[in-house]
């Protein structure tokens, strides 16, 4: 009865424990900032796909932020900061703090593309590993499902091997 009240109450505020590849993952109040902000440069990626320190460090680092100043002001960094600390991954593939604090370096991320050639992170319609959009149709809402991927313009049957895994 307790576990049941308590994914009634994570629910009702947006904290559901979905994982990349089980339905969404990007809480329902995002703000503003971040999808104008982040989402500007790359995949305004679901909190939960890093460990709280994790994000503390991204943020206390955006003047270089992956060989990119991304300074925002100050309201705007405690606001987000606050965001996604609150929704910071705690399920068990996400405990741990990949290398840089880069999604891409995560041991998960790692797993779920080990089949796919390095060439398709360079692959023109691609570009890098954090383009989840390039194959994930809902990587924008924040949805990673196996289901729901494509395969990037121009790739060769060579390089779509990876998707049939």
Known sequence: MKSILATLALSAIGLTGAHADSGPMM??????????ECAACHTA????????RSWQRVMSGLDQHYGTDASLDAATVTQLGQWLQTHAGTYKRVNEEPPQDR??????????HRHLEPAVWKHTSVKSAANCAACHTGANRGEFDDDNLRFPPGLDARLRRGWND
Do not use: C, D, H
């Open 27 to 36: 809480p329902r109040n995002v703000p503003q900032a971040y999808t104008q």
């Open 45 to 52: 990626y679901p909190p939960g796909m890093l460990p709280a």
């Open 103 to 112: 999604i891409t370096r995560s041991a998960w991320f790692e797993r779920k």
